[in-house]
């Protein structure tokens, strides 16, 4: 397998989550979970909060693959078999080029039901383990440097927002 097309190794830490009901009036009593998926073939959960309710904490570390055609990662929330929560992290939220290696984001993200309805907030931080680009997030191969902003030798510098190209 090529440098380029390595997966990247995630270690997602699930904090906690805030105001998860099983319906529009019924908030979760106890024994939430979150379940996080990559793809259909590569998911993995946190243990139950028996305590938690409506307000569950788990501070729990998965690691993940992430294979490279991967943009997106499923977040869903469960009280007993039930899903009653889910957010679609695209993955340039913590690999998007510019963080180096190592970088921990902490990110919260709006749950939402079957029905669209918002329920609740997944709190959680990512950190990108490694790949297969030398330190680079994502899939930026080499450096971001400035250019000159004019034709002149004046120092200027263009600025910008680095986004990762494919």
């Excluded at 931080?125 to 000159?148: I, R």
Aim: aromatic content about 6%; charged content about 15%; some cysteine.
């Amino acid at each position: 397998m090529s440098k380029s097309s390595s997966p990247m190794v995630i270690e997602i830490t699930v904090i906690s989550a805030e105001n998860l009901m099983i319906t529009r009036r019924q908030p979760v009593k106890k024994n939430a979970f979150i379940v996080v998926k990559s793809d259909p073939f590569n998911s993995q959960s946190t243990g139950t909060d028996p305590d938690g309710g409506s307000y569950p904490a788990w501070n729990e570390k998965l690691i993940m693959e992430l294979p490279v055609h991967v943009r997106f990662i499923t977040v869903e929330a469960h009280s007993g078999s039930k899903v009653i929560g889910t957010a679609s992290i695209p993955v340039s939220d913590f690999a998007g080029g510019h963080l180096p290696e190592n970088y921990l984001s902490f990110l919260s993200y709006r749950l939402r039901d079957g029905n669209g309805d918002k329920n609740g907030i997944v709190n959680l931080s990512v950190k990108v383990k490694g790949t297969g680009n030398n330190g680079c997030a994502a899939s930026c191969s080499q450096p971001w440097m400035g250019v000159p902003a004019d034709n002149k030798v004046s120092g200027g510098v263009v600025m910008g927002i680095p986004v990762p190209y494919t």
